[in-house]
């Protein structure tokens, strides 16, 4: 099972949002990022890159 930790970058500081990502959903700069246990957290921003190696997505944050 892939589980990534979401971060955050706005003015090159970059903020983890979540951990134990499951799942991203992209719907125009809305982003939609639930974690295993279900919980949902939405963002407005851009995906910048997902490395499932190192399990660690970015997304280019609006606010």
Do not use: H, P, W
């Amino acid at each position: 099972m892939c589980l990534s930790t979401v971060y955050a970058v706005l003015n090159g500081n970059e903020n983890k949002l979540c951990e134990y990502v499951c799942n991203v959903e992209v719907d125009g700069n809305s982003i939609t990022l639930t974690d295993i246990m279900g919980a949902q957290t939405k963002v407005q921003g851009t995906l910048k890159s997902m490395d499932f190696v190192k399990n660690r997505v970015i997304i280019e944050s609006e606010n």
